[in-house]
């Protein structure tokens, strides 16, 4: 009968209708939640590259910190060893210099003693002489 075909007709057109919302929202609803995704995947990207640019900074900053200290350490290390050597060629210039006063300190006590040998052997040969001198008149 006609009457059943255009129910059939206008359920068949009802239930077509049905699908294409249905579709049409889960259209609708998977571009929203895609467009959702991308934005959480941005903010992701984005918190991620600051995280990293955060840490790198840090780390930038220790080897900085870490490159300074060594620096430090190895000026310390040449200062004192400057002082060291410093200290040690004091030395042995004061070493050197008591050793050549010494020398030069026993040459002259040598002469000093030659000297004296000569002038007592000159008075005592003068004195000899005036003895014999006095045992002869």
Known sequence: SPGT?????????AKMAIVIQSRWRRYVV???FLSSVRSVI??????RRNIML????RQVKSAELLQNLWRCHVARKAA????????????????WRAYIVSCKYRSERSS??????????????????Q???SMID
């Open 131 to 133: 003895m014999q001198q």
């Open 112 to 129: 000093v003693i030659l000297l004296q040998s000569v002038v007592r052997r000159y008075l005592t040969r003068k004195k000899r002489k």
């Open 80 to 95: 004192r060893t400057s002082i060291v050597q410093c200290h040690s060629s004091k030395i042995i210039q004061s070493q």
């Open 54 to 57: 955060a840490s790198l900074e």
């Open 5 to 13: 075909m255009r129910r059939r007709k206008v359920e068949k057109e």
């Open 30 to 32: 998977r571009k929203a």
């Open 42 to 47: 941005v903010l992701q990207c984005w918190s």
